[in-house]
């Protein structure tokens, strides 16, 4: 058993039979009563994100989540096969666990997957990727009173919004979180 002083962002709890990932935390000691602990949780199965309070010092249940790097190596199917960097073994994910991230894995790409009892949970992909644009509209300039963008397609049929000036062929720094334009890339 852990505190609520042990939590930190990425801590997996067991709360009610589910397992929620700390995404935020916040410690709080107002003027008057006791302190207590304001947290952010996302529920690693369903992906629904909560917030929940705790009284300082109460007892909390983690679980243990082992993070190991993997390689994305190929789609099966629907589901994802990626091999384990230290062992070779490979692990066949299904597509509720990838989530989002399919929108930006190449082949080979590394990523961290969180398992639980043999099982994974969830991946963790880098903060940003570089993919090559594979189909964009040629931009227009025209008269507009603000920067403009369009639609773009990446490698991995995932369509992220770039400005006018971008043309296919392009490699493009995406963020894996929310899959904005970072940035263009020159080799």
């Known amino acids: ?7 930190k962002n990425g801590t997996v709890l067991k709360l009610e039979g589910n ?3 700390v995404i935020e935390f916040q410690h709080v000691k107002p003027g008057k009563g006791g302190a207590f602990v304001r947290t952010k949780l996302r529920n690693v199965l369903s992906g629904k994100v909560v917030d929940k309070t705790f009284n300082a010092g109460a007892k909390i249940e ?5 993070r190991r ?33 399919k929108n930006f894995m ?18 963790e992909m880098p903060a940003s990727v570089v993919l090559e644009i594979t189909y964009t509209e040629p931009g227009l300039q025209g008269d507009r ?8 397609t990446v490698e991995t049929g995932y369509e992220i ?23 263009r890339v020159t080799d």
């Open 1 to 7: 058993m852990a505190t609520t002083n042990d939590i």
């Open 19 to 21: 397992l929620w990932n």
């Open 62 to 66: 983690t679980a243990t989540v082992d």
């Open 69 to 101: 790097d993997y390689t994305y190596l190929y789609q099966d199917g629907a589901d994802y096969v990626f091999m384990d960097v230290q062992d070779y073994d490979q692990l066949t994910v299904t597509p509720e666990v990838v989530g989002n991230a």
């Open 106 to 123: 190449l082949e080979n790409q590394q990523v961290i997957i969180a398992m639980h009892d043999g099982s994974p949970l969830y991946l």
């Open 145 to 152: 009173s603000s920067a403009g963008t369009k639609p773009a």
């Open 161 to 183: 919004q770039v400005p006018l000036f971008l043309e296919q062929g392009t490699r493009v720094k995406v963020d894996t979180r929310d899959g904005s334009y970072l940035g």
